[in-house]
């Protein structure tokens, strides 16, 4: 009788291992607002070369969405919270999502950037002014980027793919 445990445990042991995996299949569900910016950013990933699971993602509108107590324009879920399927929640009555293309770009690209790219926020201010990068967190200041001024739009997209960008000139 004691032989058949030291069988049976190690089995159960990697069957339970495998279901695990076997278990998480991902989620594809992204409204026709939002497929322009998933669509342009996994078409600027792959032209950097990066292979995303772009079955991976759900995105939908939730009203009042809050962070400790404050509301935000986004949130997510994915890699950066160990949740293995992707989940974007925009509030549609954000300033970011009422402000046109660009603030729309820059909010989904911000979110986009957590879960795919595994990117967490970074508050640095350019002596410009300018922020750093599309991850910064705090309030959604979007005259900060490139809504005002296209020319800088580049900087910021290859920023978000790469984080040591180099600093451009318009920002010292
Ligand atoms: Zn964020």
């Not at 509030?91 to 770009?105: H, I, T």
């Not at 201010?125 to 309030?139: A, E, H, L, Q, R």
């Not at 960008?165 to 318009?170: A, G, I, M, R, Y």
Request: negative net charge; charged residues 25%.
């Amino acid at each position: 009788m004691k032989y058949w445990l030291f069988i049976l445990i190690p089995i159960a042991f990697l069957t339970s291992c495998g279901d695990d995996e076997s278990e998480f299949e991902p989620v594809y569900d992204v409204p026709s607002e939002f497929q322009p910016f998933v669509s342009s950013f996994f078409e600027i990933a792959e032209s950097k070369g990066l292979v995303l699971d772009t079955n991976n993602i759900i995105i939908r509108f939730e009203q009042n969405l809050e962070v400790d107590e404050l509301p935000v324009c986004g949130t997510s879920e994915g890699p950066l919270n160990a949740i293995e399927q992707h989940l974007i929640l925009i509030d549609e009555q954000c300033l970011a999502w009422r402000s046109g293309e660009l603030a729309q770009e820059i909010l989904m690209f911000h979110e986009l950037g957590h879960v795919f790219l595994e990117r967490v926020h970074d508050e640095t201010v350019f002596p410009s002014g300018d922020y750093k990068t599309i991850m910064f967190g705090g309030n959604w200041n979007i005259l900060r980027y490139y809504t005002q001024d296209l020319s800088k739009r580049e900087y910021y997209i290859n920023e978000l793919f790469n984080p040591l960008e180099p600093t451009p000139d318009w920002a010292e």
